[in-house]
């Protein structure tokens, strides 16, 4: 009986153990399996942050956005492909994931293109990170 | 004449001195933490800048969100990103002038993390020419500085002082 209670005693802390470093190692969200909370063009996005960034930086943060846009420049910082969309009043600055990097060679400057990523907000441009292209 | 010529001299001078602004919206900021069970270490290829040629005038704008990590858990919030999105440094750059070629000098400003601001000097290497303007250097910060609040279950992970490293490339800002 004793035993019988120890070991279970012993299977729920391994257990607990368990799934505590699962949590803490868990994978970042992957954007190409996840949906989209927003589906909009470039300046429909930029107009939500122009007209009061307080209430968009809540409603775009951290989600995932998709947004389909023109492209102005095509670049890479510290090796990571940069894409970024034009708009009337700023621009879009999507950072690709790095398992992206390969498509940015076919990419031409004033194409149309669909791009997905996380929304980290508004400087004085609107940045997404974490960024696919579909 | 002579006085109209001069005239014209020192308004064109001013006009050209007053574009001249260096901006970067692609800069590197990235932080680290050292600890004996964990280091930490976030990505931010995001950071927007601005000097101001005339007076060495330095601003920096940072999206807490935009820092990248290895792990996802660390992505939310020790730094209450909801509440507190950017962090802004302001500040002037020592003996902005005299500079050119690769020098080294001390940036003296305000650091706002979370509402909370602090004073601090930063050293930093400066490469000023024509077309550009880098920064480059690193810093560190403790965290009780800005009240930022680690969870006892990983306090052993996370360093009390944070080495916050810049590398900003500048290009002439066209308005």
Redesign the interface.
Known sequence: MKVKIIIGILITFIIVIFLGIK???????DVSKTAANYKLSTNELIKEFIIDENIA??KF??KIVEINGTILEI?T??G?G?VTLAGNEANV?C?LNEKENKKIMQLKKDQNIIIKG?C??????I?L??CIIK | MKIYTTLLVLLLTISINAQDKYFT??G?VSFFSYTLVEDIKA?N??V?SIIDAKNGEIVI?I????F?FK???M?ENYIE??KY??AIFKGTINNFETLDEIKETEIIGKLTIRGIEKEVIIKTNIERQKNKISLKGDFSVKVSDFDIKIPAVVSKNISRTIKISFDLNYKPYKS
């Open positions: 949590q803490y190692n868990k994978p970042h969200i930086d809540k943060a951290n670049s910082t510290n990571k940069i600055i950072q996380q980290s907000g508004y400087l004085m441009d940045m990170v974490n | 919206k692609s590197n990505d290829n995001q927007l704008k999206l807490m969100r935009s990248q792990k996802a858990l992505q990103s909801h999105p950017k």
